[in-house]
Antibody, heavy 120, light 110 residues
């Protein structure tokens, strides 16, 4: 059974760096083709894809946010970490991590999400 | 990469069929048969309903179906039920391992 869970601060100040951790179980990020992505959703607004890391450490980012994002994986801990620099109130959102099945182009399992508020 | 275009809202009576459109470009929807649809109830995480344009994951009702023509994908819900009331998002692969989501559609069961 695949599960994912996001963790991190609920409140960050403008200009700070956000660090979120996705802890997962039921699969290995060292298995060929597996990926873990991050998607966010501002309150009352649409989903937005942010980043994805593959089993082979290949990393992909949203073109519009690429300069602010870093995604890393720790296979031994079953964790994926997303950092976002220079946080702004418009970055207030629920941040989700999600599993990408090998050879697929969709996200089949999602975490419950974690709400991050950016405010001074 | 611009968000895919979905109608803000669609409504229907129980038992009716509704269709939600999702319009992109030749760089995303039109360029790949990798459109997926997600259902999201308030306060919940998105749930995969359709993948690869028209395939249903195990456990998803066959009342949900997907299709695509050119740069527009569609999700049809037949035999509308109260439990189908939710937000629906389309998502397309956009090349180079990037994805783009739609703006979301609120489905109301009258």
């Amino acid at each position: 059974q695949i599960t994912l869970k996001e963790s991190g601060p609920t409140l960050v100040k403008p200009t700070q760096t956000l660090t979120l951790t996705c802890t997962f179980s039921g699969f290995s990020l060292s298995a060929t083709g597996v990926g873990v992505g991050w998607i966010r959703q501002p309150p009352g607004k649409a989903l937005e894809w942010l980043a994805l890391v593959y089993w082979d450490d290949d990393k992909r980012y949203s073109p519009s946010l690429k300069s602010r994002l870093t995604i890393t994986k720790d296979t031994s801990k079953n964790q994926v970490v997303l950092t976002m620099t220079n946080m702004d109130p418009v970055d207030t959102a629920t941040y989700y991590c999600a599993h990408r099945l090998p050879g697929s182009w969709y996200f089949d399992y999602w975490g419950q999400g974690t709400l991050v508020t950016v405010s001074s | 990469q611009s968000a895919l275009t979905q109608p803000a809202s669609v409504s229907g009576s129980p038992g009716q069929s509704i269709t939600i459109s999702c319009t992109g470009t030749s760089s995303d929807v039109g360029g790949y048969n990798y459109v997926s649809w997600y259902q999201q109830h308030p306060g919940k995480a998105p749930k995969l309903m359709i993948y690869d344009v028209s395939k249903r994951p195990s456990g998803v009702s066959n009342r949900f179906s997907g299709s695509k023509s050119g740069n527009t994908a569609s999700l049809t819900i037949s035999g509308l039920q109260a439990e189908d009331e939710a937000d629906y998002y389309c998502c397309s692969y956009a090349g180079s391992s990037t994805w783009v989501f739609g703006g979301g559609t609120k489905v109301t069961v009258l």
